[in-house]
T-cell receptor
Framework: RKEVEQDPGPFNVPEGATVAFNCTYSNSASQSFFWYRQDCRKEPKLLMSVYSSGNEDGRFTAQLNRASQYISLLIRDSKLSDSATYLCVVNHYGNNRLAFGKGNQVVVIP | SQTIHQWPATLVQPVGSPLSLECTVEGTSNPNLYWYRQAAGRGLQLLFYSVGIGQISSEVPQNLSASRPQDRQFILSSKKLLLSDSGFYLC?????????????FGAGSRLTVL
């Protein structure tokens, strides 16, 4: 089983709609979880951390389910500028090593 | 504020040629430094990380090497490139206090080996 698994998509989303996707991780001892955003041919940038109780940042909501070992990201009222690849990131081995998923590609359609 | 610079942005190299990618961080001291590679259709793969000058941890056996000659400088090298070395190379830093929890990436170096 891979460390971090994501359905690559693409997720084609009409503008204004809601899209959600999950990421599963293999190590039950993982401590920290993040979503990064990567635009085409650009570097990844931190979107948000994921806290145990779930957290929101504007139109973005992240949740963690430790029992089932997955995290989720929900985007409400999708904008064209939300088109990107969203990388699930887990602190898998310890403080100096993060495991990245391949990403969920989101395409917002006008 | 902290900034990270990475160069060159793009390069095309023949098989068997050497490689040197450089990364520098400004505005912080004693950062943790990382080299990642993102091959087409694959996730980010950690190649090397460093917690201090001269301290390099290698994650994947390969024909690449890394060096940290100064506190805020991280260099990725190869003596002889392989076709499989093609990819998007990303340097990143994090504060020693946060460990690897929050990474800030450079703009990346896109390498094509022909």
């Amino acid at each position: 089983r891979k460390e971090v698994e994501q359905d690559p998509g693409p997720f084609n989303v009409p503008e204004g709609a809601t899209v959600a996707f999950n990421c599963t991780y293999s190590n039950s001892a993982s401590q920290s979880f993040f979503w990064y955003r990567q635009d085409c041919r650009k570097e990844p940038k931190l979107l948000m951390s994921v806290y145990s109780s779930g957290n929101e940042d504007g139109r973005f909501t992240a949740q963690l389910n430790r029992a089932s070992q997955y995290i989720s990201l929900l985007i409400r009222d999708s904008k064209l500028s939300d088109s990107a690849t969203y990388l699930c990131v887990v602190n898998h081995y310890g403080n100096n090593r993060l495991a990245f998923g391949k990403g969920n590609q989101v395409v917002v359609i006008p | 504020s902290q900034t990270i610079h990475q160069w060159p942005a793009t390069l095309v190299q023949p098989v068997g040629s050497p490689l040197s990618l450089e990364c520098t961080v400004e505005g912080t001291s004693n950062p943790n430094l990382y080299w990642y590679r993102q091959a087409a259709g694959r996730g980010l793969q950690l190649l090397f990380y460093s917690v201090g000058i001269g301290q390099i941890s290698s994650e994947v056996p390969q024909n690449l090497s890394a060096s940290r000659p100064q506190d805020r400088q991280f260099i990725l090298s190869s003596k002889k490139l392989l076709l499989s070395d093609s990819g998007f190379y990303l340097c990143a830093w994090s504060s020693a206090a946060s460990g690897a929890n929050v990474l800030t990436f450079g703009a990346g170096s896109r390498l094509t080996v022909l």
